[in-house]
């Protein structure tokens, strides 16, 4: 339970200062300022009183109870304070102070310290190196936090796992006039985490919203877990940094975590249906409209404009995201031939002209609102002076005000000579942006919301066919063996019992052997020496492919026995399979998580367009034929040049029993199909490795 | 000459009203506001004054000469009033007033009636159905537009197709604090054209940058002669809408031009190397750095930080656009180490800490901007209660005055509360954002118009070889014929004139010459059915291909003979080229313009990537090597997998000789070689079509 953290009845302030420019001052001036609503208390141990609030020498000496204590003190004092609370019985400590494990070992030994005695005692800790938390709720309006910006009341929380971007969108909310719910940075780290904040949060009734910025996860199954059940309940508009290399290495260097660009983070966002953005600016755009505005039913856009250039950017940026701008209906046009100037444009965009009074804009909001191929409307209005601009400002707010289908406008204006028209937009909960791109991007974001609320991935297949013991048992006596690298024998059995179609084989010891294999199979096939001393096979010509009779057999089976001087080595024959498109499926374990899995076309477009896309386990079949459908080269599954498609069942058959293999065996770090060859009737697997 | 436009030493308002909210009283109060150091003169039938300056019943009354007219009068009446501006020797006229071609027929007539009179007086007209003109020359001051933006003078010009975009990036302008030089929408643009204007703005002293919008071209040749010359001594920042399909009707319904999603214009930006953007806001925030920075010398990045997040995500963005992010020399590092918080990050970003005051900020801008490898400067400045931070303020200024190398500023703050820190920092010139992503965009664009300024694309190459008379014959020929798309034969003689490799081939009018013809070219070989009258000669088993022997050359030849019975059949015998790797080129008049030449990967590469690329003839050896180079695929040429790659100079050279061909004659309406198939040795055209 964080209630001590996030609704604090009462705070003392351990490091409390007298001089303004501390931290242990502005927090006071903080906690007043913003009008916390409980009692706070500066433990100083001289002063009498802090920006005119009694102090105390000591937590010991203060009468009431405390629910949250900020400690401003440095790190070597930490520790014994953190007893002093215990024994006070103080819940939770916002440690402002920085000096941890960011500046190394003998941080972290204070920092394990402090931790260990505030388990002792149940106290939760945020932090250290943090900020703090804000709660705007009227009730409460906690401001423990030593940051500047002071937010409006509002339903949108914001969390982050830095301090600086938690402060810029918290900047950004504020320069948009959008309010923040519940503020909270966590520093390093040591105690409570992004995931236990956003558990709070989701629970918190006021919260509608919240913005998550993330780089890095330490526990990723507990954040999947939570943020599974958060967004069950509320929107949660998400953004994670530390993409690219460079941008890891930068995250790395503050966050202390480590430098890769995982994908993991974004994989769990679309897993679990979550909004994502790759852009700050455009989060806190995006959430000036969900402030106020639904998820549309769908992306078909109505535009209304009062000016024409503005429109053909805002369609550009809308086409661009994947919405639609769809006609009028015959109907709809002749209503608006009765209303609007004759001059105006009657098709979408409805240009209602420069002139377009209230009465205008209103006649066109109604009639694009009832078109029933509309799911949202964007207006764009410029305020000349000529117009009672705060008339048609009127009409906006009153249609908005019907919550029938979410309105964003780009409003064209003098903030200061318009303040009255602006005002009205504003109080009627109208989202208004200052450029049509950034009102189209924001139209986009909720309508991708409102898609991936009606998105439902299902669950994952189990296979009732596959023969678990026998992969056990294959798995376990490797594991035994010390074998890192499976095999092929036991790869090609594993596949078998997991029903994962591969091409017929047979494993034999000598080249007599080899042939009898190949007749047995049938030609052409393939000959691939294999031995635990060889690791690559065909650098020491121990492959020969497309061997079409038994001499040639014999001859490429004799040849690789004569190179390959292993006492261990056996032939692996498998039969040849030309033609065909080459596919490659893989899997990777990924720490704290499960698996992701791979998919993509092989050969030179996995090489040259790296066209692959991933999954975590367990991936279920609709997420199984996302994978299919979001290939940049997706057509070639389904056939283009007159070329029949591929058995895109077959593929996806494949991918789940690949899921639930990897799934049940966890084991299993890493596991290679490469490639898959893939025909119109079915897809077989020709090459495949497992590593343990 | 435009300068009575642009400078006009006094100004009538024909249709000067006294009513405060009409367009005729509102140029007076704006030209009054804005300080206009001209004379004003309102003309009007009855009123003595308006807004207290003496009014004038015709323009005949005015005593002085009159360089300017704005025309406010109902559009029946303006043809008259033009022919009396003409009497009168004003040198131009802003037609504000609409009602003429955006209304069809009669409005059109009007339009011709009184362009035909100014044409007549040496009149120039801007407009009808536009805003007009606004100065700031502090000489002159001229607020010649009814709109309500106030700029400040500045010396970025704004130039827009739409006066709806044209207010949009003015008001970007304003709220960044951006000043402007000149800005200009030209309406319907029945005289005074974009080109036009761009042309003045060329010779304008005080424009140092042009933020240019366009939505399509009348005269897209005289636009490119024009903009070629002003791009030689302007920074021009420029932007089409229209992109899509839906974005292209949308201007149509506005511009009244066509709805074509013409690519045209963009790559009338890339031949000339002038900065595009995507986005009015990004243009908008770049533009704010390009008011005080130099474009860097390279794409390499120092980050300053005193926030860590912020500068991950800056780096994400950076490295996304193409910018490096060097790793600091060991001497930098070593400086740094003595001048830094021993906590601070030092790697590039360098993390100064929030606690890091002036000096802290002052060193590392110094080390970072003496590193070589550093071409610009990316800070990230929060400003902290605890800190001096009008001290990092002007630290930041000064180095920023020194003008080493560009500087942008991501300044994470509250604008009220931290006033004269922003103040600092502006009256210093230092670009400042507010989220890192916009920040590292404007760096972004300032590097990529860097860039531009070193590219030089060169000369086209001119084929001494090439035999022009024989390609003039057959094409005036075919014209003479009447005929559109030309026969095979005639096709490849062009070809063979032109140096073109293509595969060997030659055409007969018997079973028994394609047999004589694949003996001489040597086998395997195609043949087709060539006839006039057989257009798709693939449907009627007209091609046949791979044929090997003179007994499948013949059977196949009989077979075409007896399904397709057509007097003017012939065969067209063709050595097969198996193997090779697939290509399409072509080239499509564009116009007023020249022509488009394509080139791409054929095959799927085309259909499912659509993975190719344009450029305008005529087109050199450094933009044909552009046109490999920037293929999504084109690792295939230079090769992958241990593949060969192809002829790449072979391809660059049929590249050339096509842009050759189609400059030298222009009446090739549109021309295709697909496939043309490349070697590792050599490229061959197999199959070609001309249309004239």
């Given at each position: 339970m964080l209630e001590a953290l996030f609704r604090p009845k009462s705070v003392a302030v351990i490091g409390a200062s007298a001089k303004e420019l501390s931290i242990g001052n502005r927090i006071i001036k903080n906690l007043i300022d913003f009008g916390y609503t409980g009692a706070v208390y500066p433990i100083n141990p001289k002063a009498a009183e802090i920006r005119g609030i009694k102090a105390y020498p000591s937590i010991f000496d203060v009468p009431g109870?405390?629910?949250?204590?900020?400690?401003?003190?440095?790190?070597?004092?930490?520790?014994?304070?953190?007893?002093?609370?215990?024994?006070?019985?103080?819940?939770?400590?916002?440690?402002?102070?920085?000096?941890?494990?960011?500046?190394?070992?003998?941080?972290?030994?204070?920092?394990?310290?402090?931790?260990?005695?505030?388990?002792?005692?149940?106290?939760?800790?945020?932090?250290?190196?943090?900020?703090?938390?804000?709660?705007?709720?009227?009730?409460?309006?906690?401001?423990?936090?030593?940051?500047?910006?002071?937010?409006?009341?509002?339903?949108?929380?914001?969390?982050?796992?830095?301090?600086?971007?938690?402060?810029?969108?918290?900047q950004g909310f504020s320069q948009m006039g959008i309010g923040t719910r519940i503020y909270a940075s966590n520093g390093n780290a040591s105690d409570v985490s992004i995931t236990d904040i956003l558990e709070y949060l989701g629970e918190d009734e006021g919260t509608r919203v919240i913005a998550l910025y993330l780089e890095s996860l330490s526990d990723p199954k507990a954040f999947m877990n939570v943020i599974k059940q958060v967004a069950a309940k509320k929107t949660i508009l998400a953004m994670k940094a530390g993409r690219t290399a460079e941008g890891a290495k930068a995250s790395s260097s503050h966050t202390g975590g480590l430098a890769k660009t995982d994908i993991a983070i974004e994989l769990i966002f679309e897993k679990l249906g979550i909004l994502t953005f790759r852009d700050e600016g455009e989060l806190c755009q995006a959430a000036?409209?969900?402030?106020?505005?639904?998820?549309?039913?769908?992306?078909?856009?109505?535009?209304?404009?009062?000016?024409?250039?503005?429109?053909?950017?805002?369609?550009?940026?809308?086409?661009?995201?994947?919405?639609?701008?769809?006609?009028?209906?015959?109907?709809?046009?002749?209503?608006?031939?009765?209303?609007?100037?004759?001059?105006?444009?009657?098709?979408?965009?409805?240009?209602?002209?420069?002139?377009?009074?209230?009465?205008?804009?209103?006649?066109?909001?109604?009639?694009?609102?009832?078109?029933?191929?509309?799911?949202?409307?964007?207006?764009?209005?410029?305020?000349?002076?000529?117009?009672?601009?705060?008339?048609?400002?009127?009409?906006?707010?009153?249609?908005?005000?019907?919550?029938?289908?979410?309105?964003?406008?780009?409003?064209?204006?003098?903030?200061?000579?318009?303040?009255?028209?602006?005002?009205?937009?504003?109080?009627?909960?109208?989202?208004?942006?200052?450029?049509?791109?950034?009102?189209?991007?924001?139209?986009?974001?909720?309508?991708?919301?409102?898609?991936?609320?009606?998105?439902?991935?299902?669950?994952?297949?189990?296979?009732?066919?596959?023969?678990?013991?026998?992969?056990?048992?294959?798995?376990?006596?490797?594991?035994?063996?010390?074998?890192?690298?499976?095999?092929?024998?036991?790869?090609?059995?594993?596949?078998?019992?997991?029903?994962?179609?591969?091409?017929?084989?047979?494993?034999?010891?000598?080249?007599?052997?080899?042939?009898?294999?190949?007749d047995a199979i049938g030609y052409p096939v393939v000959v691939k020496a294999d031995a635990p001393s060889v690791i690559h096979k065909s650098d020491v010509g121990g492959v020969a492919v497309n061997l079409k009779s038994p001499e040639t057999v014999k001859e490429a089976a004799a040849h690789m026995a004569s190179k390959i001087n292993a006492p261990d080595l056996k032939f692996f024959v498998q039969r040849f399979l030309p033609g065909g498109k080459e596919l490659i499926m893989g899997a990777k374990a990924e720490k704290g998580l499960g698996h992701l899995i791979m998919f993509g076309l092989g050969g030179i477009y996995v090489e040259v367009l790296k066209d692959v896309t991933f999954k975590i386990t367990p991936v279920t079949p609709v997420e199984a034929s996302e994978m299919l459908s979001s290939l940049k080269t997706a057509a070639l599954l389904t056939g283009v040049r007159g070329e029949a498609g591929i058995d895109q069942a077959g593929v996806i058959d494949i991918i789940l029993r690949l899921s639930q293999l990897v799934s049940d065996f966890p084991q299993i770090q890493e596991m290679d199909l490469n490639p898959v060859m893939a025909f119109s009737d079915r897809v077989v697997a020709v090459d495949a490795r497992i590593a343990l």
């Open positions: 109870e405390i629910d949250l204590a900020h400690m401003v003190i440095a790190g070597k004092f930490v520790p014994a304070a953190v007893e002093d609370c215990g024994k006070k019985g103080i819940k939770a400590i916002i440690i402002n102070s920085a000096g941890f494990t960011e500046v190394g070992p003998e941080g972290a030994a204070l920092q394990k310290d402090f931790l260990e005695r505030a388990k002792k005692y149940g106290i939760r800790i945020l932090g250290p190196n943090c900020q703090g938390i804000i709660n705007t709720d009227p009730t409460l309006r906690a401001y423990c936090n030593f940051t500047f910006t002071k937010p409006d009341p509002g339903f949108i929380s914001i969390v982050a796992q830095s301090g600086g971007v938690g402060e810029l969108i918290h000036a409209a969900f402030a106020s505005q639904p998820a549309p039913k769908g992306n078909r856009v109505g535009i209304i404009t009062n000016t024409g250039g503005p429109a053909v950017i805002a369609t550009d940026v809308l086409v661009d995201a994947g919405l639609q701008i769809p006609t009028l209906s015959e109907s709809a046009i002749d209503t608006l031939k009765g209303k609007l100037y004759p001059e105006s444009a009657f098709s979408n965009p409805v240009d209602v002209l420069a002139t377009a009074d209230g009465g205008h804009f209103r006649a066109a909001m109604d009639v694009m609102l009832a078109e029933e191929q509309i799911d949202s409307l964007y207006i764009n209005f410029v305020t000349p002076f000529f117009v009672d601009t705060e008339s048609v400002a009127r009409q906006i707010a009153e249609v908005n005000q019907q919550h029938k289908k979410p309105i964003v406008c780009n409003l064209m204006t003098d903030p200061v000579q318009w303040a009255q028209t602006v005002d009205i937009l504003k109080t009627g909960g109208v989202p208004c942006y200052s450029f049509p791109g950034t009102a189209a991007r924001a139209l986009a974001a909720l309508t991708r919301q409102g898609a991936l609320q009606t998105r439902n991935i299902g669950k994952a297949k189990s296979f009732a066919d596959v023969d678990s013991a026998r992969v056990a048992k294959i798995l376990n006596a490797a594991t035994a063996a010390g074998c890192a690298m499976l095999p092929a024998s036991d790869v090609y059995q594993i596949l078998d019992a997991c029903r994962i179609p591969c091409a017929a084989w047979k494993i034999t010891d000598t080249v007599e052997g080899a042939v009898s294999a190949a």
